[in-house]
């Protein structure tokens, strides 16, 4: 028996090596451990939208599924749901299908973006890996109560004065009482600015918002400084300068001497000052006087670099001509050659503004944009300061000359910023009827002049509020939004901080006088027209104005 079996078994092995000639006999592959697992799908709200969601209310359901069940162990230290600051936000979890998906349900704060990340330290419940990680970026939407009592359109412009106001008043430089350049400026003070802070100190003196005793007060501190102290050049005066010592401070390198540009936004509110201050009592007679010293001193036509028919924008000290920028419109210096027409000691005669600021006529556009037929300027009209600046004094309202009817100028230009924001051709999050204005304003970490050709997303409140006179409902419709549903993050000490970007939640806390300060004047025009028909009244303006071809029933 012993021999059939030994028999057998080589017969057999006998039969396979036999069978397996010729053939290569193929190993059988390991089983490999399962190690990871992974993500499947995201859902907020209900919606799969990718990895980005806008408008997220402020409490979300956030479902991420997974290719296996999940260890609830494991959640703690894998998954993190942080806002723009870093700061950690809590949240509960859930489970679904078997574990495998993860309900994450946090409570968020409004117009405030997060990303929630999860870590490849996530493992599942056999303990194996994510395999990869990832993070989903929410930014929710606005919070639509009312941030304040609701009052009536005239207690809410009334407000937006009075408040705006304190910046040039209560926050006016302490020894010059010139307006800062910004709330952080130091002593920078900013010639334009000052121009436009002397037009807001009149609006509050007629408001009752200071009494005209304080009003003259502060007039007559600026006033003396500007005379006796500050840095002029050929009578114009720098784009910045200490408000301490009056010394030039250099806006950029070889801009350390004058701003034409500038020192016309100061004529134009120093002139408006002294057609307010009209009493025969021995203090406004004087600061009337003075205002004229300061006019008279400036050397419009020097400003012409040798007699050439245009002006340029600056002359410094040490660098003389070598920006060689001229004053061409159609941009916010029409003020300028106003400025220089209106003279009585250094004019300028109508060729220079045909040749320097009309270009000859090229500055005409003629062009439709979103809607609207732009009489001049660039594509897009520009940044609504360019209808503002000129005309925080200058009447539009049936002013026209040879080039344009400015009221029709002003509310194309003004009607298509609008219409661009309200159609938000590039999607920013917020644009529409109820949040508009481009203009120049910060932005994060930076300036810009912002327009339908320079779109950054960033709003700023002076644009839209600064246009009432040009476009009363819809201005109206974003101060109100402005106060009532962003007024937390847009409303502070001095009014309305500079401005804001909603697709990135960014809120400026900055203040500056040149947007500051057509809030208050444009305001108060679009209500009694009270800086037009002063300055208006200039008798030296009216004869530039004609001068220079403009007709108007102001005139």
Known sequence: ??????????????????????KQVTP???????????????????????????????????????????????????????????????????????DSTIVIKP???????????????????????????????LTTAIDSTDKF?????????DLVEKQTLKYFYDFGH????????????????????????????????????????????????????LKDKAQTFHG??????????????????QDDGADLVETSYLMQGLLTARQYFSGAGADETKLRTDINTIWNNVEWDWFRQNNQNTLFWHWSPNYGWSTNMQVNGWDEALITYVMAASSTTHPITKV????????????????????????LGPAGGGPLFFAQYSFLGINPNGLTDAYASYDVQNKAHTMINYNYCVANPQANNGYSADCWGLTASDIENGYTASSPTNDVGVIAPT?????????????????????????????????????????????????????????????????????????????????????????????
């Open 174 to 225: 302490s020894i010059s009482g010139l307006a800062l350049e910004r709330n952080t400026s130091g002593d920078v003070v900013t010639t334009g600015g000052s121009g436009f802070g002397v037009m807001a100190i009149v609006a509050g003196v007629s408001r009752n918002f200071i009494s005209r005793a304080d009003g003259l007060t502060r007039m007559q501190k600026m006033v003396a400084f």
């Open 463 to 555: 644009a839209a509020i600064a246009s009432l006179p040009y476009t009363p409902t819809q201005s109206m419709q974003a101060l109100r939004f402005f106060y009532y549903k962003l007024g937390d993050k847009t409303w502070g000490q001095y009014g309305f901080y500079d401005a804001f970007n909603l697709s990135t939640t960014w809120f400026a806390n900055s203040y500056l006088a040149i947007d500051e300060g057509p809030i208050i004047i444009m305001t108060e025009n679009y209500r009694t027209g009270l800086l037009w028909n002063l300055f208006m009244s200039c008798p030296e303006v009216k004869t530039g104005m004609k001068n220079l071809g403009f007709t108007s029933p102001k005139l």
């Open 28 to 98: 059988v592959t390991p089983v490999t451990p399962v190690t990871s697992f992974t993500f499947n799908s995201l859902k907020v709200n209900g919606v799969s939208n990718g990895f980005t969601y806008t408008n997220v209310n402020s409490k979300p359901v956030i479902k991420l599924s997974f290719s296996a069940a999940i260890s609830q162990a494991s959640i703690a230290g894998s998954i993190s749901l942080k806002n723009k600051t870093g700061a950690t936000t809590a949240f509960t979890t859930s489970y679904e299908n078997n």
């Open 352 to 375: 220079v503004y045909d040749n320097g600021w009309a270009v000859n006529g090229n500055m005409k556009n003629g062009n439709t944009y979103n809607g609207v037929k732009l009489p």
């Open 149 to 157: 009592p609701v009052i009536t359109d005239d207690q809410l412009l």
């Open 236 to 253: 114009a005066y720098p784009h910045w300068m200490n408000g301490a010592t009056g010394a030039v401070i250099p806006f950029s390198t």
């Open 107 to 137: 409570t968020l704060q409004s117009i405030t973006q997060y990303s929630l990340s999860v870590s490849t330290s996530l493992k599942s419940a056999k303990n194996t890996t994510l395999q990869s990680a990832l993070s989903v970026n």
């Open 1 to 22: 028996m012993r021999y059939f079996k030994n028999f057998s078994g080589f017969a057999v092995l006998a039969i396979l090596i036999a069978c397996g000639k010729g």
